[in-house]
């Protein structure tokens, strides 16, 4: 529980101070990595920002070794409350009444999962097939990379209005949760027995590739979202999703079972569903600025 609540400072501390760094410097393109990453690699509070996040991965391994997938996503997403209030406070981010409403639905339907949890009959599983993480994995990345790409497209049509971030933070939610279920696997492997032996097994199995690849992709993909719509949307957005993909997919993949009891089974699905549905209902788009109003000059009669 204390990895769980630490992962969550580091991470919505991780997205402001990047998000902040990113709002100081020039237009990143995703067409243009290399550029990208020289203008955030020049930013020492960029830096700071990301280290804050690697350190929440790191804290990540130690919850996964000790909680079920479902209940780690629960109590990782009640970070957005943080994130919240700290982008109001460092960015001046506000959120309309509907994004309010919206989170606040998020939270209750993770609570719903948390309250579906019952400490010492939930199984804390260690590994899964590669093939069938491959299974999982693989769609879900090109189905991030088109929604991503589709997501561009449409930014860059002339008068379009301008989007919330929502589709951009679903597509780097899906790329964050096929990551989740590779550290996931990571912790499976993780002992203080035998090092050499932990390191070979992890390098023969696909979760350090899949790391590499949403890190790479990632970092690029959020980026620059997180300079062109606010932090206080799209990181829930992509938060939320890759809870939801972490604990429903990962839950079967790694065989961590449904509970058997209806009560619990109901919270479980309900606020599964109760998510999903708010995501789908959120706004695409920001109000248009309202165009300033000149007054006219008078005249004498």
């Not at 090109?142 to 997501?151: I, K, S």
């Not at 008068?159 to 589709?167: C, I, Q």
């Not at 939320?240 to 089974?265: N, Q, Y």
């Amino acid at each position: 529980m204390a990895a769980a609540l630490l992962a969550n400072v580091l991470y919505s501390t991780g997205f402001v101070l990047e998000k902040r760094a990113l709002a100081a410097l020039p237009e990143v393109d995703i067409r243009r990595p290399a550029r990208l990453l020289r203008l955030v690699l020049g930013s020492p509070l960029w830096i700071g920002g990301s280290l804050a996040l690697a350190s929440g991965f790191g804290a990540q391994l130690a919850v996964y070794r000790t909680l079920p997938i479902a209940a780690a996503q629960g109590i990782f997403v009640s970070g957005l409350v943080l994130l919240v209030l700290l982008s109001a406070r460092l960015l001046g981010e506000e959120t309309s009444g509907r994004e309010r409403y919206a989170l606040g639905a998020i939270l209750l339907a993770l609570l719903m999962v948390v309250l579906s949890l019952r400490e010492g009959s939930d199984r804390v599983s260690r590994s899964a097939p590669a093939p069938l993480i491959l299974t999982v994995c693989l769609p879900s990345l090109a189905a991030g990379l088109w929604l991503y790409g589709a997501a561009e497209r449409r930014a860059r049509h002339r008068h379009r209005m301008p989007t919330t971030g929502v589709e951009y933070g679903v597509a780097v939610g899906l790329l964050y949760g096929v990551s989740s279920l590779a550290i996931k696997g990571v912790s499976s492997y993780l002992t203080t027995s035998d090092l050499a032996g932990a390191l070979i097994d992890v390098l023969r199995s696909p979760y350090p590739y899949l790391l590499l690849f949403t890190g790479a992709f990632g970092l690029v993909m959020s980026q620059a979202a997180l300079q062109r719509c606010r932090a206080s949307l799209i990181v829930p957005v992509c938060t939320t999703v890759t809870s939801l993909f972490t604990a429903v997919l990962g839950t079967l993949a790694f065989g961590e079972a449904l509970p058997h009891d209806p009560v619990r089974l109901t919270l479980r699905l309900a606020g599964t569903a109760l998510a999903v549905s708010v995501l789908l209902v959120m706004p695409k788009h920001d109000a248009a600025p309202q165009p300033p109003i000149v007054a006219k000059e008078l005249t004498p009669p």
